[in-house]
């Protein structure tokens, strides 16, 4: 990537089969001195492309051998040298070191995602292609997301993009490197834009995939063709007479691999207790909470890598929306400062939280932008209430 000097590098959006830069910009964080910005596509210009799109699709020749091309483009996302609207020339390294100053993103994550990516490809089967314009919201948490991208262009006719405005990068990564291993450029769109963008995306989109949270399921219409993918609210059960070190061992993964990113990361851990009510959980609490507490404070750490926050704030809010969640006699176990510093911006270190009382509480199945988990005795309305509102429940092998 061509250094820059004054003056916000602004990634472009890509409409029309052209990177295009707009009036409209949003800033994100960036290097001291050298901060970028993203083009925002207006709701407008949306409601044109679409009319666009119906003009040109017809003409456009037969797409074949998807499946070699999205392996090829996954390849150069990964470790290949693509052209990035208004970044110019990005080779890995670059990448990787733009991710780090925007979204706090550390190599070994980077590296880690990158690779589910390839796995994830080559594993799916391959699908029926349709004549569809389809439609790809992502969050910002990670860009393994950029699965369902890969899974939409291949079943589409086309695909936009609309990247989150907190880590728009690896998306315009993404549709570079498709660019770059032969996708036809009227086939492929990056939209930025705010909540107007993204509602006019979705109305002008044939199918739709969108990730957000409970605020954004709220906001967007429901069709038949629309699939949201919500909180996951991870749970973990441990059955009565598992020894704690070897629940500890299950869950800490669980908990803190991803840096607590995924929403299929555990937030509830439920404890099947036995004899004396609360005694088991409190010793798997503390043990796990220890365990947290020892999760190296160091992006570039080899078992459990944590992620910075560029912007601040960030930090701190989502770090009081757990403590404003807590109830009297509720106790927090992990010991550490909840924050540290790490190439100038905060880092948010695991926290575990002992409810004293499980019924309806607002921390299970919180989640938050780092490793976080409360753990419970497992009542069995408690195993109902959580089970029943988490896409991801986690019992240990037999």
Not at 299 to 305: S, Y
């Amino acid at each position: 990537m061509t250094a820059h000097t004054t003056g916000p590098v602004v990634v472009h959006a890509f409409r029309g089969g052209e990177w295009r830069t707009s009036p409209d910009t949003a800033a994100l964080p960036g290097p001291r001195g050298a901060p970028y910005g993203l083009a925002l596509v207006p709701e407008i210009v949306v409601h044109a492309d679409r009319r666009g799109w119906d003009a040109t699709r017809g003409g456009l020749p037969p797409l074949t051998g998807r499946r070699e091309l999205l392996c090829r483009a996954v390849e150069l996302f990964d470790r290949g040298t693509v052209t990035v609207g208004g970044l110019g020339a990005q080779g890995p390294e670059d990448f990787r070191t733009a991710l780090w100053e925007t979204a706090g993103l550390p190599g070994p994550l980077v590296d880690r995602w990158c690779g589910m990516l390839g796995d994830g490809l080559l594993k799916r089967g391959e699908p029926a292609a349709d004549d569809a314009l389809a439609l790809v919201a992502l969050p910002g948490n990670t860009f393994t997301c950029l699965d369902s991208v890969l899974d939409q262009a291949e079943r589409s006719a086309g695909v936009w993009v609309r990247p989150s405005r907190r880590e728009p990068l690896s998306a315009a990564r993404l549709v570079a490197s498709l660019l770059a291993a032969g996708w036809p450029a009227p086939r492929i769109g990056l939209y930025p834009g705010d909540q107007h963008t993204l509602h006019g995306l979705v109305k002008r989109t044939d199918r739709q995939i969108v990730y957000g949270g409970a605020g954004l399921a709220a906001s967007v219409r429901r069709s038949p063709a629309l699939t949201l993918h919500g909180p996951g609210r991870g749970c973990a059960l441990v059955p009565e007479g598992m020894p704690v070190d070897e629940a500890v061992a299950w869950l800490l993964p669980l908990v803190a691999a991803d840096s607590g990113r995924f929403c299929s990361n555990v937030r509830t851990v439920l404890s099947m207790d036995g004899g004396v009510a609360g005694a088991r959980s409190a010793a798997l609490a503390s043990a796990l909470a220890a365990a947290l507490d020892a999760v190296a404070a160091d992006p570039t750490g080899p078992a459990w890598p944590l992620t910075v926050f560029r912007e601040p704030e960030a930090a701190h809010r989502a770090l009081r929306s757990v403590h404003e969640r807590m109830r009297p006699g509720d106790r927090l176990l992990t010991r550490r400062p909840a924050v540290t510093e790490i190439d100038g911006a905060p880092c948010v270190l695991p926290r575990l939280v002992l409810p004293a009382d499980g019924d309806g509480h607002p921390l299970l199945g919180h989640e938050v932008p780092f490793p976080f988990a409360a753990v419970l005795t497992a009542t069995p309305d408690t195993v109902r209430a959580v089970t029943a509102d988490s896409l991801f429940v986690y019992r240990p092998a037999k």
